[in-house]
Nanobody, 124 residues
């Protein structure tokens, strides 16, 4: 069992930065791939980024490549999403998720554990 709590969301102007954190409880965190997803109003939840259990492999959706960076600190049971050069289209609720696998994965159905979400609002 893994319990996830996100923090770090907020409101920023376009071009600004935010760092999301996801604190995990549970013994399996350090052996699980982690991911970030987001959901804008009226839209389906979409994959944003994923990181393998060692942190050695990461993937990003094309729209955030070069602007977002995912990382993890297994000693602190925490995964991060550094978001730079934010755009209004990044506005969404961001969810942290824990996978049942060790390898980084973009497949939503491989994520068993989900946080409650944190709101990110980017104004133009």
């Amino acid at each position: 069992q893994v319990h996830l709590v996100e923090s770090g969301g907020g409101s920023v102007q376009a071009g600004g930065s935010l760092r999301l954190s996801c604190a995990a409880s549970g013994r399996t965190f350090s052996s699980s791939a982690m991911g970030w997803f987001r959901q804008a109003p009226g839209e389906e939840r979409e994959f944003v980024s994923t990181i393998s259990w060692t942190g050695g492999t990461t993937y990003y959706v094309d729209s955030v490549k070069g602007r977002f960076t995912i990382s993890r600190d297994n000693a602190k049971n925490t995964v991060y999403l550094q978001m730079n050069s934010l755009k209004p289209e990044d506005t969404a609720v961001y969810y942290c998720a824990g996978s049942t696998a060790k390898v980084a994965t973009t497949r939503t159905w491989e994520y068993l554990y989900w946080g409650q979400g944190t709101q990110v609002t980017v104004s133009s």
